[in-house]
């Protein structure tokens, strides 16, 4: 069964704290996204990769790096977390033209 | 930035009733992807569309991807509870690897 794991449902940070959220997937893609989910807004692409070491800006990437030593894992680094970072963050991998597949999200929570 | 509005953005349904919701773009899709996301849980995909005046079903689900490919339909017969979910569009851009997501249509379906 394909696989996109995330390593935390839940996350509770404080305000300045540096974060980082986990992602690995075990199908060999060579696409890795990052997006956050916010009621009324849909999905809004944070950063992705297309390769080992490579990255993209997406929509929204101020407040957030990325780290892609490995194919199978890609991070997701909040520098210094604030409270509009409060959020439920995906994870998705994919082949290219293919469909995506998700992990099952962290719910981070920033106080 | 293409946008992708979806709508209704709710909707509440009886056990039964039929349904449409519908995906529209600023400009034309070079594909489209359906996906259902249950609470708790990633985004999984329906379907993919890719030629205008494109027809898909899956069960009791009808896909419809315009002539002039700037919008998409998803039709329910007879919603059934485990219909329940947020309904996602979503654009793979052409000439890029990233996925473009619409905000969303949350349906409930009444038992």
């Known amino acids: 069964d394909v696989k996109v794991t995330q390593s935390s449902r839940y996350l509770v940070k404080r305000t300045g704290e540096k974060v980082f959220l986990e992602c690995v997937q075990d199908?060999?893609?060579?696409?890795m996204f990052w997006y956050r989910q916010d009621p009324g807004l849909g999905l809004r692409l944070i950063y992705f990769s297309y390769d080992v070491k490579m990255k993209e800006k997406g929509d929204i990437p101020e407040g957030y790096s990325v780290s892609r030593e490995k194919k199978e894992r890609f991070s997701l680094i909040l520098e210094s977390a604030s409270t509009n970072q409060t959020s439920m963050y995906l994870c998705?991998?994919?082949?290219?033209?293919?469909?995506?597949?998700f992990g099952q999200g962290t719910r981070l929570t920033v106080v | 930035t293409q946008l992708l509005e979806q709508s209704p953005q709710f909707l509440s349904i009886q056990e039964g009733e039929n349904l449409t919701v519908y995906c529209n773009s600023s400009s034309v899709f070079s594909s489209l992807q359906w996906y259902r996301q249950e609470p708790g849980e990633g985004p999984v995909l329906l379907v993919t569309v890719v030629t205008g005046g494109e027809v898909k079903k899956l069960k009791r689900l009808t896909f419809q991807f315009g002539d002039a490919r700037k919008d998409s339909s998803l039709h329910i017969t007879a919603a059934q509870p485990g219909d329940t979910g947020l309904y996602l569009c979503a654009e793979l851009t052409s000439g890029t690897y990233k996925y473009i997501f619409g905000t969303g249509t949350r349906l409930k379906v009444l038992a």
């Open positions: 199908m060999d893609h060579e696409n």
């Open positions: 998705a991998s994919s082949s290219t033209g293919a469909e995506a597949f």
